[in-house]
């Protein structure tokens, strides 16, 4: 092993063993499905969702500006957009998962017919 080409993962893991705390392997980042996310502060955004340890990424993301339903975002992840849900362009929205307070799964095939 290079230690000029360690990562910091690496050194933490060392830096780990070295103390004797037991080293837990972080879960492998998860496969992209639609879902509303419910940030901090009141954002709301939708788009394909994926966790890679401690981090969350949303990309194709729209900002929910406007919900437009009668019955909350339980009846927008079902139906897809309304005619009242307005939704701005997101990019890729990157977050920490301590940020999120929910998260609603999406019919894909409603939101890929609106």
Do not use: H
């Amino acid at each position: 092993m290079d230690i000029e080409e360690l990562t910091l993962k690496q050194l933490r893991e060392i830096a780990a063993m070295a103390q004797g705390i037991p080293v837990v392997a972080s879960p492998p980042p998860s496969a992209p499905s639609l879902r509303i996310v419910v940030l901090k502060l009141g954002w709301v955004v939708v788009g394909m969702y994926s966790e890679d340890g401690d981090a969350a990424v949303i990309t194709d993301a729209k900002v929910v500006r406007r919900w437009g339903t009668k019955a909350g975002l339980g009846e927008l992840a079902a139906s897809g957009p309304l005619a009242n849900t307005i939704l701005d362009p997101g990019g890729t929205v990157r977050t920490k998962t301590l940020a999120i307070v929910a998260t609603f799964d999406c019919d894909e095939a409603a939101w890929n017919n609106s």
